[in-house]
């Protein structure tokens, strides 16, 4: 099992900058792509970034520009670094891990932390 803590959350001016961290501990054996994702009330999860072990990444249309996804490996920590922060970027944002084990792969989630950007 892994276990995924975000924090960095919080309410924020719109135009401000929110730095989302997520630290990984557990049964880590190698973690493939990590992701951030958001739920916004009333809307489905969707996915905001991810980034494989090698460093490639991609972006939702409605962050690029925005933000930046980054991770530590020797830290098993991602993070999202979000910039020109909007109201519509208001909702919890979910990490999500993915790893090999055995002859499977396994995604893991936290538990969340809300961003609240005010207008």
């Known amino acids: 099992q892994v276990q995924l803590v975000e924090s960095g959350g919080g309410v924020v001016q719109a135009g401000g900058s929110l730095r989302l961290p997520c630290a990984a501990s557990g049964s880590i054996f190698k973690l493939n792509v990590m992701s951030w994702y958001r739920q916004a009330p009333g809307k489905q999860r969707e996915l905001v970034a991810q980034i494989t072990s090698d460093g490639s990444t991609n972006y939702a249309d409605s962050v690029k520009g925005r933000s930046t996804i980054s991770r530590d490996n020797t830290k098993n920590t991602v993070y999202l670094q979000m910039n020109s922060l909007k109201p519509e970027d208001t909702a919890v944002y979910y990490c999500?891990?993915?790893?090999?084990?055995?002859?499977?792969?396994?995604?893991?989630w936290g538990q969340g932390t809300q961003v609240t950007v005010s207008s």
């Open positions: 999500k891990a993915l790893q090999r084990e055995g002859w499977g792969y396994y995604d893991y």
